[in-house]
Every structure is written in structure tokens, then in C-alpha cells.
């Protein structure tokens, strides 16, 4: 069995997280959207189980996950949906099927791609908003204002496919030739009619990709009503990021400092 429902291996921060991200005022997710996760080691993560909600999580919640078998279906070209629903499952416990949740073939893709501490996934409603309209794969190509660069770079767009299976094979893919092309991982994935995937290496650091992305959104908004989008000049902002105190407040930021 690949996944094992073990509440002493889920580390406080990650259940002070998710129950964070689940605040109603927040609208990151409702009822049993999103999800988080965290990297025990190089062998496995914690994940959020099927059908539990963000707001109300504890560590009953969660599940461990052994990554390879997980990985292998990531590359499996035969896989099925049926495979990972069955790699999921950690079995009957207190007579209810315990299953790490449908989308934990994203938080792996993080891991099979550049191993990561913290990975959060919700559906917040400002930014599904306009990753639901004819302008997603576009809208947040250009950054809007500086702090919005600072935190969340250049984000990855992944195109809409069902969760599950095709997600999570998708989401890799994109991954893969970001990190080939960059070296690096992007700081907040954006799921097309869905949501969005946050990548750090602190809880805090997750909390506030989640954040300002919501911002970002309302901002994108705002300009919209007010007759469209003024993107920072490229070579302005390039020269921004690279300024030395504004690095050291991003690391300071990516550390929850």
C-alpha cells in the first residue's frame, strides 16, 4: 500500500496551514476544495485526503504517500485513472475509506520534477475568475506591480485537464520545461478553469504565494473595469528584482521571515 493514514507523521504547521487557506473570508477554497502537502523526506509527502475540508482539517486528515510508485504512473503512458484511485487508497479506518486526495498527482509532480518543502492547491474565487475567461493563458503573463514580481515571479499557466490522472501528467509536463529552461520551479502554477498551485519552502512562504495571487487577481479586476490591463515596463521590473535589498526580502518572504 502506497499511501497510510499515520496522524503522528503530519508536522502541526502543515494542519495550521491548510486550516488557514480554508478560512471562508479568505475564498481560497470551499467545502472540500484544495489542498496541501508536505515533503517528509526524499521518499514521501503528507497529502490531504478525499473529501476533507481545509477549514476543519486535523491531522486525521492526512496521508502519507510513498512518491516512486506514484512517480511511475506519472511516466506510465498505459496508466489509468483506475491506477492511481487505487494508489490513493490507505483503507477503512473507523468504517470510512481513508483516499489521499484526487489531485496529489500534482503536489508528486512538484517532487519528481525539484523536491519542495510545502505545496498548497486552492480555488480561489478571484483568480479562477480569470483563469475561466478567454484571456487566462495571458493575463498573468506580465506583472502588474512590483510586489506582485516580487512574490510570485513568472507564473506557470497549465492548461485545463481533468483532475486526476491527466492533471497531474500535464502538470508535470509543464514543470519539467520550466525547470529545464530556468533551472528553477515557479513560485505559483495556474490551473486553467480551476485554481492554482503554490510552491515553497515555508508554510509562511505558501500562505503568501496563495495570497498575493488572490490579489493579483482583484488588482487584474480592478484595471479591467477601469478600460484594461498597464503591465511594469519589462526592463524596468527586470532591474527591480535584481536590486539586492529586494532579493534578500524575497528570501526573507520564501522563508516566512
Known sequence: ??????PSAVPADLVALTRSLGERSREQAILAEGNTSYRLDDERIVVKTSGSNLGRATADDFVVVDNA???????????????L?????AG?????????SIETLVHIAVQAVAPASWVAHTHPTAVVGLLASVQAETIFAEAVYSDEAVVLATPLFVP???PGLALGKLVHDGLRRRFDETGELPRLVLLANHGIVAIAESAPGADGICEMAVKSATVRH????A????PVPRDSLAKFVLRSEVSERRQRLGRGT
Open 85 to 89: 484511485t487505487a494508489a490513493l487508497d
Open 222 to 225: 480592478i484595471a479591467l473595469t
Open 69 to 83: 510508485p506514484l512517480v511511475d504512473l506519472l511516466h506510465d503512458p498505459a496508466a489509468t485513472q483506475a491506477d
Open 92 to 100: 477503512e479506518h473507523e468504517g470510512r475509506r481513508v483516499r489521499a
Open 1 to 6: 500500500m502506497s499511501a497510510v493514514l499515520d
Open 227 to 230: 478600460g484594461g490591463l498597464q
Open 160 to 162: 485545463y485537464a481533468e
